[in-house]
């Protein structure tokens, strides 16, 4: 009597693990939430993308938005709520990831006003070195700005819809630093 109720148990219990597994996004072993609460709004992963550089793994980025959506154009164009992760996989100082949010601003934001590129300056100052394991989470709230945490603690508070999208554009702009494949990868491709 015993084993005929222990295989449906035993199925039950394998198919709640198997869920548990499809609510998460996994990559280059780090393992993100399908879902963040930003405010009172509940995001879905995007995408994940992995950031190399010279073969070697940098970051695992994760990509959240109200709803799962493919286009950036219309992703930047939307005032609403979203989160970039960044899980770093190694030691990065301050200085090389300023380097690329800088390149990424030149490259995809058109004549940045002076008041963009001093938002990116204060960014910049407020960022600390990633260690290995380290993650940053840039938050986007419409009518608030940009909230930057480092290793869960809050660095720095960014006002404007303009900066959060320069920002994001590093990654899923015409010309992404971490290149077309990590983009393709956020937008969940």
């Not at 879902?35 to 073969?55: D, F, H, I, M």
């Not at 950036?72 to 939307?78: E, G, R, Y």
């Not at 260690?131 to 940009?146: F, I, M, N, S």
């Amino acid at each position: 009597m015993r084993s005929r109720f222990l295989v449906p148990t035993l199925f039950l219990a394998a198919a709640g693990l198997l869920a548990a597994e499809a609510r998460a996004g996994s990559l280059a072993g780090v393992t993100l939430p399908d879902r963040a609460t930003v405010g009172e709004q509940s995001l879905a992963l995007n995408g994940l993308g992995l950031r190399s550089r010279y073969g070697i793994k940098v970051y695992v980025a994760g990509l959240y938005l109200a709803a799962k959506q493919s286009d950036p154009a219309a992703i930047l164009a939307a005032d609403a709520p979203r989160r970039m992760v960044m899980h770093f996989l190694r030691e990065v100082d301050r200085t090389r990831i300023c380097e690329g949010w800088s390149e990424g601003l030149a490259a995809n934001t058109a004549n940045p006003s002076a008041a963009l590129r001093q938002q990116f300056g204060e960014l910049c100052t407020q960022m600390a070195d990633a260690a290995e394991g380290t993650e940053v989470v840039l938050t986007y709230l419409p009518g608030e700005g940009t909230s930057v945490q480092v290793g869960g603690a809050v660095r720095a508070r960014i006002p404007g819809k303009d900066f959060a999208d320069a920002l994001l554009a590093c990654w899923i702009g015409p010309r992404p630093g971490p290149g077309e494949s990590f983009k393709r990868s956020l937008l969940g491709g």
